[in-house]
């Protein structure tokens, strides 16, 4: 499984827009890259998926480079609920666990 | 839309008690994953079950055993209790060959030994 690194902590203020990069230099070929949401106590909440290039939803979106090694998910406009820690993962295609490495952890500030 | 459930929501335990936990996944998914937190700590994956079949192993103890069952709920058993088992326990649930890696995270069961 490819390893992950990210930035343990970042600050931001309400309505800036926040870019988190992971970096996966030993992603495979059929790995996709995945980002989870985790507030205190709670379970984590998938964000958003992507294999190459950017993908958007409405929370989030992701882009790839087309090396695929690293990463960066881009939250818009932050309000203070996005404060939370965010994991990147690699994982192949239907991969039946995860290996959460340390998240980071963003913390949003009025 | 239904959520994944786990019951307990709180549990209390002496050392060297059993605790049994439970989890009822989403409605027509078909595996399941057990996750443990430490205080602290990122989510470390336990075991996962597709179609009632153990898939997948990860870090375990030889004192835990886990399974799941003919209605899909599944089911984690602690025997021998020891004060680092104080955690959260969250099970995840996922429909195989859905087309994405989406695993759907219960509130989780907070397990604290005495």
């Known amino acids: 499984l490819a390893k992950t690194t990210q930035p343990i902590s970042m600050d931001s203020y309400e309505g800036q827009e926040v870019n988190i990069t992971c970096s996966h230099n030993?992603?495979?070929?059929?790995?996709?890259i995945t980002w989870y949401q985790q507030f205190p106590s709670q379970g984590p909440r998938f964000i958003i998926q992507?294999?190459?290039t950017k993908v958007t939803n409405e929370v989030a979106s992701l882009f790839i480079p087309a090396d695929r090694k690293s990463s960066t998910l881009s939250l818009p406009r932050v309000s203070l609920s996005d404060t939370a820690v965010y994991y990147c993962?690699?994982?192949?295609?239907?991969?039946?666990?995860?290996?959460f490495g340390s998240g980071t952890k963003l913390n949003v500030k009025p | 839309a239904a959520g994944v459930i786990q019951s307990p929501r709180h549990l209390i335990k002496e050392k060297r008690e059993t605790a049994t936990l439970k989890c009822y996944p989403i409605?027509?998914?078909?595996?399941v994953y057990w996750y443990q937190q430490g205080p602290g700590q990122d989510p470390q994956f336990l075991i996962s079950?597709?179609?009632?079949?153990?898939?997948d192993k990860g870090s375990i103890p030889d004192r835990f055993s886990a399974q799941q069952f003919s209605d899909y709920h599944s089911e984690l058993n602690m025997s021998s209790l020891e004060l680092g088992d104080s955690a959260l326990y969250f099970c995840?649930?996922?429909?195989?060959?859905?087309?994405?890696?989406?695993?759907?995270f219960g509130p989780g069961t907070r397990l604290t030994v005495l």
């Open positions: 993962l690699v994982v192949p295609y239907n991969f039946n666990k995860f290996y």
């Open positions: 030993n992603i495979a070929t059929n790995d996709y």
């Open positions: 992507g294999y190459k």
């Open positions: 995840a649930s996922s429909l195989q060959f859905a087309g994405y890696n989406e695993q759907f």
């Open positions: 409605p027509r998914h078909d595996t």
């Open positions: 079950f597709y179609e009632k079949m153990q898939s």
